[in-house]
Protein backbone atom coordinates (compact mmCIF):
# COMPACT_ATOMS: atom_id res chain seq x y z
CA UNK A 1 0.00 0.00 0.00
CA UNK A 2 1.25 3.38 -0.90
CA UNK A 3 0.67 6.39 1.39
CA UNK A 4 0.79 10.22 0.50
CA UNK A 5 0.21 12.59 2.92
CA UNK A 6 0.57 16.26 2.06
CA UNK A 7 -0.28 19.80 2.56
CA UNK A 8 -1.45 22.47 1.01
CA UNK A 9 -0.59 25.88 2.66
CA UNK A 10 0.47 23.76 5.56
CA UNK A 11 3.61 21.94 6.69
CA UNK A 12 2.39 18.42 7.77
CA UNK A 13 3.79 17.87 11.15
CA UNK A 14 5.54 14.40 12.72
CA UNK A 15 2.07 14.65 14.86
CA UNK A 16 -0.14 15.62 12.64
CA UNK A 17 0.99 12.73 10.06
CA UNK A 18 0.73 10.00 13.39
CA UNK A 19 -2.71 11.65 14.12
CA UNK A 20 -3.75 10.70 10.34
CA UNK A 21 -2.15 7.24 10.31
CA UNK A 22 -3.90 6.28 13.86
CA UNK A 23 -7.32 7.32 12.22
CA UNK A 24 -6.37 5.32 8.89
CA UNK A 25 -5.62 1.98 10.28
CA UNK A 26 -8.88 1.86 11.79
CA UNK A 27 -10.50 2.29 8.40
CA UNK A 28 -8.19 -0.14 6.80
CA UNK A 29 -8.82 -2.78 9.46
CA UNK A 30 -12.12 -3.41 7.78
CA UNK A 31 -10.71 -3.65 4.17
CA UNK A 32 -7.26 -5.18 3.46
CA UNK A 33 -6.98 -4.61 -0.58
CA UNK A 34 -6.25 -1.14 -0.65
CA UNK A 35 -3.69 -0.54 -3.07
CA UNK A 36 -2.84 3.53 -2.88
CA UNK A 37 -3.82 6.21 -0.56
CA UNK A 38 -3.43 9.90 -0.90
CA UNK A 39 -4.55 11.86 2.06
CA UNK A 40 -4.26 16.64 1.60
CA UNK A 41 -4.67 18.57 4.00
CA UNK A 42 -5.22 22.17 3.39
CA UNK A 43 -5.88 25.81 4.83
CA UNK A 44 -7.53 27.65 2.96
CA UNK A 45 -6.78 31.35 2.52
CA UNK A 46 -10.37 32.32 2.89
CA UNK A 47 -11.86 36.04 4.09
CA UNK A 48 -14.13 34.09 6.89
CA UNK A 49 -13.32 32.51 9.34
CA UNK A 50 -15.37 29.42 9.81
CA UNK A 51 -14.17 26.05 7.44
CA UNK A 52 -10.65 27.02 6.91
CA UNK A 53 -9.64 23.55 7.27
CA UNK A 54 -10.19 21.34 4.83
CA UNK A 55 -9.10 17.41 4.80
CA UNK A 56 -9.29 14.81 1.63
CA UNK A 57 -8.50 11.32 0.78
CA UNK A 58 -8.69 9.33 -2.15
CA UNK A 59 -8.74 5.76 -1.43
CA UNK A 60 -7.83 3.40 -4.53
CA UNK A 61 -9.05 -0.12 -4.37
CA UNK A 62 -9.31 -2.89 -6.84
CA UNK A 63 -11.37 -1.49 -9.48
CA UNK A 64 -12.62 1.82 -7.42
CA UNK A 65 -11.52 5.03 -6.39
CA UNK A 66 -12.87 6.22 -3.00
CA UNK A 67 -13.09 9.99 -2.60
CA UNK A 68 -13.74 12.14 0.47
CA UNK A 69 -13.78 15.61 2.39
CA UNK A 70 -14.45 17.49 4.82
CA UNK A 71 -14.05 20.89 6.16
CA UNK A 72 -13.93 22.21 9.48
CA UNK A 73 -12.51 25.16 12.04
CA UNK A 74 -10.25 22.64 13.35
CA UNK A 75 -8.11 20.65 11.69
CA UNK A 76 -8.38 17.29 13.98
CA UNK A 77 -11.92 17.49 13.68
CA UNK A 78 -12.06 17.90 9.31
CA UNK A 79 -10.33 14.72 9.96
CA UNK A 80 -12.50 12.90 12.51
CA UNK A 81 -15.30 13.73 10.54
CA UNK A 82 -13.64 12.77 6.96
CA UNK A 83 -12.54 8.95 8.88
CA UNK A 84 -15.92 9.02 9.89
CA UNK A 85 -16.87 9.47 6.41
CA UNK A 86 -14.64 7.07 4.99
CA UNK A 87 -15.24 4.31 6.94
CA UNK A 88 -18.79 4.02 6.18
CA UNK A 89 -17.89 4.27 2.03
CA UNK A 90 -15.27 1.24 2.28
CA UNK A 91 -17.77 -0.76 4.25
CA UNK A 92 -20.50 -0.07 1.61
CA UNK A 93 -17.69 -0.67 -0.62
CA UNK A 94 -17.33 -3.98 1.28
CA UNK A 95 -20.51 -5.13 1.15
CA UNK A 96 -20.77 -4.67 -2.14
CA UNK A 97 -17.42 -6.47 -3.24
CA UNK A 98 -18.81 -9.88 -1.05
CA UNK A 99 -21.23 -12.27 -2.89
CA UNK A 100 -24.20 -12.30 -1.42
CA UNK A 101 -26.21 -14.66 -3.39
CA UNK A 102 -26.45 -18.66 -2.46
CA UNK A 103 -27.47 -21.29 -4.65
CA UNK A 104 -30.69 -22.34 -3.50
CA UNK A 105 -31.85 -25.95 -3.04
CA UNK A 106 -33.60 -26.51 -6.57
CA UNK A 107 -31.08 -25.08 -8.66
CA UNK A 108 -28.23 -27.64 -7.02
CA UNK A 109 -27.65 -30.65 -9.44
CA UNK A 110 -28.31 -33.33 -6.95
CA UNK A 111 -28.46 -36.70 -9.41
CA UNK A 112 -32.13 -38.94 -8.83
CA UNK A 113 -31.50 -41.64 -6.59
CA UNK A 114 -33.82 -44.77 -6.21
CA UNK A 115 -35.42 -45.65 -9.50
Not at 59 to 76: M, P, T
Amino acid sequence: MNLTISGHHLEVTPALREYVLTKLSRVLRHFDQVVDVNVLLTVEKQKEKDRRQRAEVTLHVKGREIFVENSHEDLYAAIDELMDKLDRQVCRHKDRVQDHHHASAKRLDIPAQGN
